[in-house]
């Protein structure tokens, strides 16, 4: 009898979670799972299937929140580089650093977690399939403008000056060729050199 209480209860608190709430969680579960199996996986072995095995579950759950393939993996991308962005605002909430190289190194390192990883995989899918190219370009153009925004305030540049705005854009442009480099061999040291370098250089561009 104490047995059967028990799963009551389980029951009795599960019907008590808000149906919005559990729908939520479950998203959430499958786009960090979708990021995670990119960057592990690759597009070819990042199905629906694998993906809402690792996120805990069924894959009419799955397609109940993401009809498509494409949905899915476009969502996750732009799930995690939205929470990327929330986390380099964090690092600095008082806006602009007074240390650029502190802002650089931060930058950088947006390209070479989890994230770009799974991102590069996203893209290189996206030019062979023709349904998804043009939904990661339009994705893409939004976070880079996000991201350039953010690289702005952060670094206290005023784009008024004469090459402030090209001098940004050519830092990130950087930290993505670094974010490559990055994905076949550990290039931490290097990488802190350029750092350095950069962080130098924009103090002379942006004044």
Same mark, same amino acid.
């Given at each position: 009898?104490?047995?059967?209480?028990?799963?009551?209860?389980r029951?009795?608190?599960?019907?008590?979670?808000?149906?919005q709430?559990?729908?939520?969680?479950t998203?959430?579960r499958l786009?960090e799972?979708?990021?995670a199996?990119l &960057?592990e996986h690759?597009?070819?072995?990042?199905?629906v299937?694998?993906?809402?095995?690792?996120a805990g579950?069924?894959r #009419? &759950?799955?397609?109940?929140?993401?009809?498509?393939?494409?949905d899915?993996?476009?969502?996750?991308?732009?799930?995690v580089a939205?929470?990327?962005?929330?986390a380099? /605002?964090?690092?600095?909430?008082?806006?602009?650093?007074g240390?650029?190289r502190v802002?650089?190194?931060?930058?950088?390192?947006?390209y070479? #977690?989890p994230?770009? /990883?799974?991102?590069l995989?996203?893209?290189?899918?996206?030019?062979n399939?023709?349904?998804?190219?043009?939904?990661v370009?339009?994705?893409e153009?939004?976070?880079?403008?996000?991201?350039?925004?953010i690289?702005v305030?952060?670094?206290?540049a005023?784009?008024?000056?004469? #090459?402030?705005?090209e001098a940004v854009?050519?830092?990130?442009d950087?930290?993505?060729?670094?974010g490559?480099?990055?994905?076949l061999?550990?290039?931490?040291?290097?990488?802190?050199?350029?750092?350095?370098?950069?962080?130098?250089l924009l103090?002379?561009?942006?004044?």
């Open positions: 009898m104490g047995g059967v209480s028990t799963v009551g209860d029951v009795d608190r599960a019907d008590r979670v808000p149906k709430d559990r729908s939520r969680a998203r959430q786009l799972a979708a990021v199996c &960057a690759g597009w070819a072995g990042s199905t299937s694998v993906v809402a095995e690792r579950v069924s #009419g &759950a799955a397609q109940h929140h993401f009809p498509t393939r494409e899915l993996f476009t969502a996750a991308v732009e799930y939205e929470e990327r962005s929330t380099l /605002r964090a690092l600095f909430p008082e806006g602009a650093a240390d650029r802002v650089v190194s931060a930058l950088v390192d947006l070479t #977690g994230l770009f /990883r799974a991102a995989h996203l893209w290189v899918a996206a030019s399939e023709e349904q998804l190219r043009p939904r370009t339009e994705l153009a939004r976070v880079g403008r996000e991201t350039h925004r690289a305030d952060l670094l206290g005023d784009e008024s000056r004469p #090459g402030a705005r854009q050519g830092l990130l950087m930290a993505r060729g670094l490559l480099a990055n994905l061999t550990d290039d931490t040291a290097r990488r802190d050199r350029v750092v350095a370098q950069w962080a130098a103090d002379e561009a942006l004044g």
